[in-house]
C-alpha cells in the first residue's frame, strides 16, 4: 500500500488529453513538492515534472502539472502513442522523513 | 552531463547481504548540492526510494528498510553504496541509483533527475 495514491491504470486514443492524479496528505504532498516520473518499457524512469508543475529541458510542454491542497495531477495533451508508460508521482514526507512513492499508473494509448 | 553506473552481484543468497556500488561520472559526489540515493522496483510492483546521503554523510532510510540498510559514499572513488543485509526473496527487485537535485530544503527533495540503467539483484537460492 503506497504512502500517495494513484489509479492504477488510464486510457484514452491518440490525440486527446488525459489527467493522472495522485492523492495524499498534510505531510507530503500537502506541505512538498511533487514530482512525476515516465518509465518507458524497458528503460529506467526519468524526471517528468518537479516542484509541482516545472520541466526540465526536453521534456514537451504537452505533459504539465499541478497541485491543489493534498493533491496533484499530470496532464498529456495531444496523446501519442510513445506516452504509454508507467507513471509515478512523488515527494518527501515529513512524518515519515523519507520519499514517497504513489503506486503508479499504466498508460495505455488505444 | 552526470552519468550514473551500478554494480554488483546479480545474485545473492536467501539470508545474505546484497551489495551494489554506484559510479559517477561527470559530476562528483563531493558537490554539496545533490543527495544521492537507491530506489527499487521489484518485479509487478512500483518504485520504493531506499535511501539518500548526502556529502558528509547525512542519511535519510526508508522507515521499512531502515534496519538493515546502510548507504555510504567514498568521495575518493567518486561512488556511493548500498548495503542490505539479511535479504529474502521479497528483496528481489531492479535497483537504481539516482541523483537527487532537490537541494538540502526538503521541500523540495524526490527531485531525482540522473538515474543508472538499473541493475537487477535475484535473492535465491
Known amino acids: 500500500q503506497s504512502v500517495l495514491t494513484q489509479s492504477p491504470s488510464a486510457s484514452a486514443t491518440p490525440g486527446q488529453r488525459v489527467t493522472i492524479s495522485c492523492s495524499g496528505g498534510?505531510?507530503?504532498?500537502?506541505?512538498?513538492?511533487v514530482n512525476w516520473y515516465q518509465q518507458l518499457p524497458q528503460t529506467a524512469p526519468h524526471l517528468l515534472i518537479y516542484?509541482?508543475?516545472q520541466r526540465p529541458s526536453g521534456v514537451p510542454d504537452r505533459f504539465s502539472g499541478s497541485k491543489s491542497g493534498t493533491s496533484a495531477s499530470l496532464a498529456i495533451s495531444g496523446l501519442q502513442s510513445e506516452d504509454e508508460a508507467e507513471y509515478y508521482c512523488a515527494a518527501w514526507d515529513d512524518s515519515l522523513n523519507g520519499v514517497v512513492f504513489g503506486g503508479g499508473t499504466k498508460l495505455t494509448v488505444l | 552531463q552526470v552519468q550514473l553506473q551500478e554494480s554488483g552481484p546479480g545474485l545473492v543468497r536467501p539470508s545474505e547481504t546484497l551489495s551494489l556500488s554506484c559510479t559517477v561520472s561527470g559530476g562528483s559526489v563531493n558537490s554539496g548540492t545533490y543527495y544521492w540515493s537507491w530506489i527499487r522496483k521489484a518485479p509487478g510492483k512500483g518504485l520504493e526510494w531506499i535511501g539518500s546521503?548526502?556529502?558528509?554523510?547525512?542519511?535519510n532510510y526508508n522507515p521499512s528498510l531502515q534496519s538493515r540498510v546502510t548507504i555510504s559514499i567514498d568521495t575518493s572513488k567518486n561512488h556511493f553504496s548500498l548495503r542490505l543485509i539479511s535479504v529474502t526473496a521479497a528483496d528481489t527487485a531492479l535497483f537504481f541509483c539516482v541523483r537527487d537535485s532537490g537541494g538540502i530544503n526538503v521541500r523540495f527533495r524526490a527531485r531525482f533527475d540522473s538515474w543508472g540503467p538499473g541493475t537487477l539483484v535475484t535473492v535465491s537460492s
Open positions: 498534510r505531510s507530503n504532498i500537502g506541505s512538498n513538492t
Open positions: 516542484g509541482n508543475n
Open positions: 546521503i548526502f556529502t558528509g554523510g547525512r542519511t
